[in-house]
């Protein structure tokens, strides 16, 4: 069965659409009939709990790639700690692993306290800090 044509039966069923007789012919979502439209539904069904289960595989394997702190809020004192990091000279490499959390969330933060460029964080090849404190480095 096709994706599409699962996604249109699970539609309809869902929108109270799906007309399933015993020992009927059932209108199904696409518009044709079926000899047996149960069957397409349980194909339907399987097809729509392997896209859920890859999902939810694909999102572990996500997250398990990601930092510890990747995507959790900053408290004010990661915050001050980022911050006179990052003054001291510390590079954004550097700041992500002391704070685990990804390059980008250590730019989008520093860039929120106006310690980087933005234009600059978010190509993210070679990061060069362009602020009225630091020189970009050449």
């Given amino acids: 069965m096709d994706d599409t044509i699962a996604a249109q ?4 069923l ?3 659409e799906l007309e399933i007789g ?3 012919e059932a209108v199904v979502a696409s518009g044709g009939t079926a000899s047996d439209p149960v069957v397409d539904l349980k194909r339907a069904l399987f097809m ?6 890859q999902r939810t595989r694909l999102a572990v394997r996500r997250q398990s790639t990601l ?3 990747a995507g959790k809020p900053w408290t004010a004192t990661e915050d001050d700690e980022l911050l006179r990091q990052f003054d001291s000279g510390l590079a ?3 700041l992500a692993a002391a704070h685990e959390r990804t390059r980008a969330g250590i730019e989008a933060r520093l860039v929120k306290h106006g310690r980087l460029d933005e234009r600059a964080a978010r190509g993210g090849h070679g990061l060069r800090y362009a602020t009225k404190d630091r020189a970009p480095a050449g």
């Fill in 9 to 12: 039966i699970l539609r309809t």
């Fill in 22 to 24: 015993a020992g009927a």
């Fill in 48 to 53: 729509a709990v392997d896209a859920l289960e």
């Fill in 67 to 69: 930092p510890r702190n």
């Fill in 14 to 16: 869902a929108a109270g």
């Fill in 92 to 94: 954004v490499e550097a």
